[in-house]
């Protein structure tokens, strides 16, 4: 069965500063997306970035980029030029070409300070 | 494009009564999830349709859940018998279909069961 582990329960940065969320994954399963979403207090989840399995560039949106190692099983958030509306839980999830339904990370809570 | 809509954003009951929770997706997305989030924790798939068919259902989904699609429109979720341990934020997403399958995530209800 897949399995997805975020390591890091509540982590914080610096307005201005980079932090990176960690993530990790087991598949047995060559085809498959990843993705990170961020969840800021009592609002909706949004989908910050997501990851072809087959593609070997690492995906970015603006100040958000993946550092994905395949082989590894691994899957980073990096946050560049933090702001205080990053602050919120980030989930990481796994989906599968077969199935479409996401497994996620327990989440990281990240606050930005001012 | 408005967006997934859940109705009601909060519900509270007593343990036994019945519960049902609607769910509008993106216009024109054939996929629709069911997934539970409890407090600290990532959420959890429960079932999802493709149009009209329900086409897998956690493990999570006992017989006191039943969720619908009718016309492969908006979709109902229905708690029977509620109990204590069903507190939670049922969430819902929609999804386009195809290969790159990017699900969309609702506001959630939030499930108090006194």
Same mark, same amino acid.
């Given at each position: 069965?897949?399995?997805?582990?975020?390591?890091?329960?509540?982590?914080?940065?610096?307005?201005?500063?980079?932090?990176?969320?960690?993530?990790?994954?087991?598949?047995?399963?060559?085809?498959?997306?990843?993705?990170?979403?961020?969840?800021?207090?009592?609002?909706?989840?949004?989908?910050?970035?997501?990851?072809?399995?087959?593609?070997?560039?690492?995906?970015?949106?603006?100040?958000?980029?993946?550092?994905?190692?395949?082989?590894?099983?691994?899957?980073?958030?990096?946050?560049?030029?933090?702001?205080? @509306?990053?602050?919120?839980?980030?989930?990481?999830?796994?989906?599968?070409? @077969?199935?479409?339904?996401?497994?996620? @990370?327990? @989440?990281?809570?990240?606050?930005?300070?001012? | 494009?408005?967006?997934?809509?859940?109705?009601?954003?909060?519900?509270?009951?007593?343990?036994?009564?019945?519960?049902?929770?609607? $769910?509008?997706?993106?216009?024109?997305?054939?996929?629709?999830?069911?997934?539970?989030?409890?407090?600290?924790?990532?959420?959890?798939?429960?079932?999802?349709?493709?149009?009209?068919?329900?086409?897998?259902?956690? !493990?999570?989904?006992?017989?006191?859940?039943?969720?619908?699609?009718?016309?492969?429109?908006?979709?109902?979720?229905?708690?029977?018998?509620?109990?204590?341990?069903?507190?939670?934020?049922?969430? $819902?997403?929609?999804?386009?279909?195809?290969?790159?399958?990017?699900?969309?995530?609702?506001?959630?209800? !939030?499930?108090?069961?006194?």
């Amino acid at each position: 069965a897949q399995t997805v582990t975020q390591s890091q329960p509540e982590m914080s940065v610096q307005e201005a500063e980079t932090v990176t969320l960690s993530c990790t994954y087991d598949t047995s399963e060559n085809n498959y997306y990843l993705f990170w979403y961020k969840q800021p207090p009592s609002r909706q989840m949004i989908l910050v970035i997501r990851q072809e399995a087959y593609k070997q560039q690492n995906a970015t949106e603006n100040r958000f980029s993946v550092n994905f190692q395949k082989a590894a099983k691994s899957f980073s958030l990096k946050i560049s030029d933090s702001q205080l @509306g990053d602050t919120a839980m980030y989930f990481c999830a796994f989906s599968d070409s @077969g199935t479409y339904k996401y497994i996620f @990370g327990t @989440g990281t809570r990240l606050k930005v300070l001012a | 494009d408005t967006g997934v809509s859940q109705d009601p954003r909060h519900k509270i009951t007593k343990r036994g009564q019945n519960v049902t929770f609607r $769910c509008d997706p993106i216009s024109e997305h054939n996929r629709l999830y069911w997934y539970r989030q409890t407090l600290g924790q990532g959420p959890e798939f429960l079932t999802y349709f493709q149009n009209e068919a329900q086409l897998e259902k956690s !493990r999570l989904l006992s017989d006191r859940f039943s969720a619908e699609r009718p016309k492969g429109s908006f979709s109902t979720l229905e708690i029977q018998r509620t109990e204590q341990g069903d507190s939670a934020m049922y969430l $819902c997403a929609s999804s386009l279909g195809g290969t790159t399958d990017t699900q969309y995530f609702g506001p959630g209800t !939030r499930l108090t069961v006194l």
